[in-house]
C-alpha cells in the first residue's frame, strides 16, 4: 500500500504561481513512477506530468514550458511547479503512484487550484 498527501493548492491569480507537492509513503518511493492528472468541472482526469523512477519526464502539451515535475527520493516526495499559471488550469489536481507492469495504482486525495483571470 501506499499513501499519498498532496498540498500547495490554492487560488492565484493569472501568470501567478504554484507549487504542488505530494509526500507519499508506504512503500519504495525510488520505484514508484509519479504523475500529477487534473479534473475541471464536467471534464474527464487527464494527465498533466509524469516522472519515471529514472526521472524520464512527460508533460500534457498544454503545460508544456510552463510546468515542472521534479522528486525528491530524500523526502519521498513528489512536485509540480506551475508558472504562467491561465484560468484554463483551474481544475482539482491529483497524486497518482504506480509501479509499472505491477498492475498497482495509487492516487492522492486531491488539492484544488484555483486561477483567476
Known amino acids: 500500500q501506499v499513501q499519498l498527501v498532496e498540498s500547495g493548492g490554492g487560488l492565484v491569480q493569472a501568470g501567478g504561481s504554484l507549487r504542488l507537492s505530494c509526500a507519499a509513503s508506504?512503500?519504495?518511493?525510488?520505484?514508484?513512477?509519479m504523475g500529477w492528472y487534473r479534473q475541471a468541472p464536467g471534464k474527464q482526469r487527464e494527465l498533466v506530468a509524469r516522472?519515471?523512477?529514472?526521472?524520464?519526464?512527460n508533460y500534457a502539451d498544454s503545460v508544456k514550458g510552463r510546468f515542472t515535475i521534479m522528486r525528491d527520493n530524500a523526502k519521498n516526495t513528489a512536485l509540480l511547479q506551475m508558472n504562467s499559471l491561465e484560468p484554463e488550469d483551474t481544475a482539482v489536481y491529483y497524486c497518482?503512484?504506480?509501479?509499472?507492469?505491477?498492475?498497482?495504482?495509487?492516487w492522492g486525495q486531491g488539492t484544488q487550484v484555483t486561477v483567476s483571470s
Open positions: 516522472i519515471s523512477a529514472f526521472s524520464i519526464t
Open positions: 508506504g512503500s519504495i518511493f525510488s520505484d514508484l513512477r
Open positions: 497518482k503512484a504506480d509501479l509499472p507492469g505491477a498492475g498497482q495504482e495509487y
